[in-house]
């Protein structure tokens, strides 16, 4: 097993392909040129059960042979999921913080910074560099660090928030021990051998079962656990508590009687439940269970879903076709369930949704701007872990048909008439069906009085020449008789997409060399050259309120700045290109896209989500490429990913 080091310079070096020096090993991670020699040689070894070795390039620095592909490729792949899976939780950086935490939750009694230097072998100065993170996560969970002079500190809390903290330190150090092979401490903080978890979850699902509820196994497992800390933490049953607001909503509802029916059911297995435990896991159903049907009673939640919809319309013209009525569904039980954690303080995990970061530009915008509606409506500001899980409907209901990834209409002429053209589109049509929405057979003496310019080009195979009045494309084909000649019509659609992507990329909006050292640094730049006197001020504002929303788009060293059009109303896109990376929201950032996707055509939007996608999941040279490219390179280069 890796240690910590390994995994994360193997991480490194498996995402930059052309190559990492010893150097920039040492600078990124802090060790010395000895142990960095030391590492590749443990990993390298390492790397050979898995079918590849660490070799060194002239030049270049480690890059990663590979001897046997198909075992190196399937590990690889399992390899970055586990990392990437894990991102939200920032191992990393927080590996020393976490630490702490388990010393802390463990000890339950005030410790020292010096005890805590002593016994993680740091400096002061590093363990109260890490105390400011410690007090940043358990402030998420309605706890905190108290301290008392010539004693040291100790974490303090409700016991309802303290068994929900202790849920989530558990997941913490069974992960840390997982990836890591360096770990040496205790990480029974569930007494998971006294009692089943394995038992308590068949308890759960049968009595689930029989009232037709489902809940996903993540928040399924959070379920089991907490009743096993109900077992273990008996003797602080009485500092339990629950508003009066949050006792009644949980007698009141739909899922009252089944969190009764589960309790009864634990008791006869031999466990202890009373009310007050029963109320909580009460409530951890009603926050996290899937719902067939919305609750009962709660119109609230189906009318502001409907208006969400109608908002995305108002932002994205033609966008609201796709928020159909199976998204009002979805979105209307996914209100419910935020209002219950809201009102329970209750979490939904970071690492649960890591894979959105991959997921691509427009769907993140419409998230962001969903999370403005739901702040002005309930007059809260949404955690980013409730934004990244509404994302899955969002994302799902633009994606539910294949016919919503389609861009063209055309038309089809041939010079055997429109029975045989209608032929040729049923096998266009299945061929690439998430290219074209529609392609509408027609007669070539049609042409002249038909709407031609309502669609993006024609496919025929009469010569060019007899349409010299015709003013959108032509694509002539004959592979009504050769079909290899669809090859020409891959090319066709890509020459579409170059000649759209050059009406967005051009030279003069691509800065180089800028010397941005945060996020603000960028706004003002913005707001100095693209934005009006009149709004600059509102426009960093804004930017400022609307980052802190959601943070998805820092990925891969890019970071986008999307804006209403009233700032930025331009189809052009603007890349900055700085001459180092930055910090930007924990992650290092070195490429800037500014855009505008308000108040535009859905189908427009792709071509921005295809730019923006391509970026971020180009290799770790992506900043030092885009430098030495112009605009029609760059564009050669998105079509090619």
Same mark, same amino acid.
């Given at each position: 097993?890796?240690?910590?080091?390994?995994?994360?310079?193997? +991480?490194?070096?498996?995402?930059?392909?052309?190559?990492?020096?010893?150097?920039?090993?040492?600078?990124?991670?802090?060790?010395?040129?000895?142990?960095?020699?030391? $590492?590749?040689?443990?990993?390298?070894?390492?790397?050979?059960?898995?079918?590849?070795?660490?070799?060194?390039? +002239?030049?270049?620095?480690?890059?990663?042979?590979?001897?046997?592909?198909?075992?190196?490729?399937?590990?690889?792949?399992?390899?970055?999921?586990?990392?990437?899976?894990?991102?939200?939780?920032?191992? $990393?950086?927080?590996?020393?913080?976490?630490?702490?935490?388990?010393?802390?939750?463990?000890?339950?009694?005030?410790?020292?910074?010096?005890?805590?230097?002593?016994?993680?072998?740091?400096?002061?100065?590093?363990?109260?560099?890490?105390? +400011?993170?410690?007090? %940043?996560?358990?402030?998420?969970?309605?706890?905190?660090?108290?301290?008392?002079?010539?004693?040291?500190?100790?974490?303090?809390?409700?016991?309802?928030?303290?068994?929900?903290?202790?849920?989530?330190?558990?997941?913490?150090?069974?992960?840390?021990?997982?990836?890591?092979?360096?770990?040496?401490?205790?990480?029974?903080?569930?007494?998971?051998?006294?009692?089943?978890?394995?038992?308590?979850?068949?308890?759960?699902?049968?009595?689930?079962?029989?009232?037709?509820?489902?809940?996903?196994?993540?928040?399924?497992?959070?379920?089991?656990?907490?009743? &096993?800390?109900?077992?273990?933490? %008996?003797?602080?049953?009485?500092?339990?508590?629950?508003?009066?607001?949050?006792?009644?909503?949980? $007698?009141?509802?739909?899922?009252?009687?089944?969190?009764?029916?589960?309790?009864?059911?634990?008791?006869?297995?031999?466990?202890?439940?009373?009310?007050?435990?029963?109320?909580?896991?009460?409530?951890?159903?009603?926050?996290?269970?899937?719902?067939?049907?919305?609750?009962?009673?709660?119109?609230?939640?189906?009318?502001?879903?409907?208006?969400?919809?109608?908002? &995305?319309?108002?932002?994205?013209?033609?966008?609201?076709?796709?928020?159909?009525?199976?998204?009002?569904?979805?979105?209307?039980?996914?209100?419910?369930?935020?209002?219950?954690?809201?009102?329970?303080?209750?979490?939904?995990?970071?690492? %649960?949704?890591?894979?959105?970061?991959?997921?691509?530009?427009?769907?993140?915008?419409?998230? /962001?701007?969903?999370?403005?509606?739901?702040?002005?409506?309930?007059?809260?500001?949404?955690?980013?872990?409730?934004?990244?899980?509404?994302?899955?409907?969002?994302?799902?209901?633009?994606?539910?048909?294949?016919?919503?990834?389609?861009?063209?209409?055309?038309?089809? &002429?041939?010079?055997?008439?429109?029975?045989?053209?209608?032929?040729?589109?049923?096998?266009?049509?299945?061929?690439?069906?998430?290219?074209?929405?529609?392609?509408?057979?027609?007669?070539?003496?049609?042409?002249?009085?038909?709407?031609?310019?309502?669609?993006?080009?024609?496919?025929?195979?009469?010569?060019? $020449?007899?349409?010299?009045?015709?003013?959108?494309?032509?694509?002539?084909?004959?592979?009504?008789?050769?079909?290899?000649?669809?090859?020409?019509?891959?090319?066709?659609?890509?020459?579409?997409?170059?000649?759209?992507?050059?009406?967005?990329?051009?030279?003069?909006?691509?800065? /180089?060399?800028?010397?941005?050292?945060?996020?603000?640094?960028?706004?003002?730049?913005?707001?100095?050259?693209?934005?009006?006197?009149?709004?600059?001020?509102?426009?960093?504002?804004?930017?400022?309120?609307?980052?802190?929303?959601?943070?998805?788009?820092?990925?891969?060293?890019?970071?986008?700045?999307?804006?209403?059009?009233?700032?930025?109303?331009?189809?052009? &896109? #603007?890349?900055?290109?700085?001459?180092?990376?930055?910090?930007?929201?924990?992650?290092? #950032?070195?490429?800037?896209?500014?855009?505008?996707? +308000?108040?535009?055509?859905?189908?427009?939007?792709?071509?921005?989500?295809?730019?923006?996608?391509?970026?971020?999941?180009?290799?770790?040279?992506?900043?030092?490429?885009?430098?030495?490219?112009?605009?029609?390179?760059?564009?050669?280069?998105?079509?090619?990913?």
């Amino acid at each position: 097993m890796l240690s910590f080091n390994g995994r994360q310079i193997l +991480k490194a070096v498996i995402e930059a392909p052309e190559g990492i020096t010893a150097g920039e090993i040492q600078e990124r991670f802090g060790i010395y040129r000895k142990n960095t020699y030391a $590492e590749m040689e443990q990993l390298s070894a390492f790397l050979e059960e898995h079918g590849a070795r660490i070799k060194s390039v +002239k030049n270049k620095g480690f890059q990663i042979e590979v001897m046997i592909s198909d075992r190196y490729h399937k590990f690889q792949e399992e390899f970055l999921y586990i990392n990437r899976r894990n991102q939200y939780l920032y191992f $990393e950086k927080n590996y020393l913080a976490y630490q702490i935490l388990f010393k802390l939750v463990h000890y339950d009694r005030y410790i020292s910074v010096d005890e805590l230097a002593e016994i993680f072998h740091y400096s002061r100065g590093t363990i109260s560099k890490s105390l +400011k993170v410690v007090k %940043s996560i358990v402030s998420k969970y309605h706890c905190k660090l108290v301290s008392r002079p010539n004693y040291g500190m100790r974490l303090s809390g409700g016991e309802r928030h303290k068994r929900i903290f202790i849920l989530f330190v558990d997941k913490i150090s069974w992960r840390l021990k997982v990836m890591y092979s360096n770990v040496s401490y205790d990480t029974s903080f569930i007494d998971k051998e006294k009692f089943s978890a394995s038992h308590i979850e068949g308890i759960i699902v049968q009595c689930l079962n029989r009232r037709g509820i489902c809940i996903p196994y993540l928040y399924l497992t959070k379920l089991k656990l907490y009743i &096993i800390i109900s077992q273990t933490r %008996s003797e602080f049953y009485d500092d339990l508590s629950f508003s009066p607001e949050q006792r009644s909503c949980l $007698e009141t509802s739909g899922i009252y009687s089944v969190g009764a029916e589960l309790a009864t059911c634990l008791n006869d297995a031999g466990y202890c439940i009373r009310e007050k435990d029963m109320l909580m896991f009460t409530a951890m159903l009603l926050g996290y269970v899937t719902r067939r049907e919305p609750e009962a009673g709660d119109d609230e939640s189906c009318q502001d879903a409907e208006e969400v919809a109608r908002y &995305i319309e108002g932002l994205y013209f033609g966008a609201g076709q796709y928020l159909d009525g199976e998204f009002i569904h979805e979105f209307t039980c996914y209100l419910q369930g935020m209002k219950a954690r809201l009102l329970y303080e209750l979490h939904i995990d970071d690492e %649960s949704i890591y894979q959105i970061k991959q997921d691509g530009s427009f769907t993140a915008e419409v998230c /962001r701007d969903i999370a403005v509606f739901i702040g002005n409506k309930y007059h809260i500001r949404l955690p980013e872990s409730e934004i990244l899980s509404f994302s899955y409907i969002v994302h799902n209901s633009f994606q539910r048909y294949e016919k919503r990834e389609a861009k063209y209409k055309a038309v089809l &002429i041939s010079r055997y008439g429109i029975h045989y053209a209608r032929n040729v589109i049923g096998r266009i049509m299945q061929d690439y069906k998430k290219e074209f929405y529609s392609i509408t057979p027609m007669e070539f003496s049609e042409i002249a009085v038909s709407d031609i310019l309502q669609y993006h080009f024609i496919i025929t195979d009469i010569e060019q $020449e007899r349409y010299d009045f015709v003013e959108i494309p032509l694509l002539t084909l004959d592979f009504f008789r050769e079909p290899a000649q669809s090859r020409l019509l891959n090319r066709f659609l890509s020459v579409l997409t170059a000649l759209e992507l050059s009406d967005i990329i051009k030279d003069e909006n691509i800065i /180089r060399n800028t010397d941005f050292a945060n996020k603000l640094e960028v706004y003002q730049y913005l707001a100095g050259h693209y934005v009006s006197s009149k709004f600059k001020k509102e426009f960093i504002e804004e930017s400022v309120y609307l980052n802190g929303l959601l943070t998805d788009e820092r990925c891969n060293r890019v970071a986008s700045v999307s804006v209403d059009s009233r700032f930025y109303s331009k189809r052009e &896109i #603007v890349i900055l290109l700085n001459a180092s990376p930055f910090i930007w929201d924990n992650e290092p #950032v070195q490429v800037i896209v500014f855009l505008n996707r +308000k108040q535009r055509n859905y189908i427009d939007l792709k071509v921005l989500n295809l730019i923006m996608t391509s970026f971020m999941h180009a290799n770790l040279n992506l900043p030092k490429k885009l430098m030495t490219l112009n605009a029609q390179e760059i564009i050669e280069f998105i079509i090619q990913k």
